[in-house]
């Protein structure tokens, strides 16, 4: 049986004159774009332009809704009240999913982001909060999250469909939790470094943690981020990598 893997990158981070990673590069090599929702990145212009890009490159699209830190870029952890967060998540994927039905596409899924995506991995109330706000808005709505954490019963149970996702530019602690951008080592920029643990994630299903351990790691789709600024060497290495091993790029 041929083996196949999505790629998926955070998109459209750009707002105002600010510039934020490298959408034209990233499009042609990936197979589905998270796209930020205006409170972490993004504003209308820039996400309605990725939402067309995304269309025109048959990219799958997805929300990347986040908590309300533009200038924190949504990874400082916040406190807010249950129904206030349902309120901001249903908010952001409105906004997208209007958008892109809009231009003639359609919303696939959502991928919360930075500091709530982390949170959600490790806080059972915070999971449920969120998962039940995006499945409030479709239950269509696929919902992706770390691989090997609670997310997947908790979107499971409540009727969703569960993407588990594992990084390409991120190394793992032992636990398989992301290791903090607080740390040192936590972002791989190394072509060769990365391209292997993605070959080594979609065809062996495990990953090299920062102490050296193997972690087994079953995933449905593997992210870079838009915003590493080796992205388009780090990209053209995994679509090599790929290739070779006769592992085909296609969306979950």
Do not use: W
Not at 51 to 60: D, E, L, M, R, S
Not at 84 to 90: D, G, N, P, Q, W
């Amino acid at each position: 049986m041929s083996l196949s893997i999505d790629i998926n990158c955070d998109l459209g981070e750009s707002y105002g004159r600010y510039r934020i990673g490298n959408d034209a590069i990233v499009f042609p090599l990936i197979t589905s774009a998270n796209i930020a929702c205006g409170f972490h990145g993004g504003d209308p212009l820039h996400i309605q332009d990725t939402i067309k890009a995304a269309i025109k490159h048959q990219v799958q699209i997805g929300a990347h809704p986040g908590y309300p830190d533009l200038m924190g870029f949504g990874r400082r952890a916040m406190q807010i009240p249950a129904e206030e967060l349902k309120a901001i998540i249903r908010y952001q994927i409105a906004a997208v999913k209007g958008l892109t039905e809009s231009l003639g596409g359609q919303l696939h899924f959502v991928k919360p982001h930075g500091a709530l995506y982390n949170k959600m991995a490790r806080d059972h109330s915070e999971a449920e909060t969120v998962i039940e706000a995006i499945l409030s808005m479709d239950k269509e709505l696929a919902i992706m999250g770390l691989a090997g954490s609670h997310l997947r019963e908790i979107v499971e149970r409540k009727g969703g469909r569960f993407i588990a996702e594992a990084f390409a530019d991120r190394r793992y602690e032992a636990d398989g939790k992301l290791r903090s951008r607080n740390k040192q080592y936590s972002v791989l920029e190394n072509p060769e470094v990365v391209a292997q643990q993605v070959l080594s994630i979609a065809r062996d299903q495990q990953v090299e943690a920062y102490d050296g351990s193997t972690l087994s790691l079953q995933a449905d789709s593997i992210c870079i981020h838009g915003d590493n600024p080796k992205v388009e060497s780090l990209l053209a290495s995994i679509t090599s990598i790929l290739a070779k091993a006769g592992i085909s790029k296609k969306p979950f």
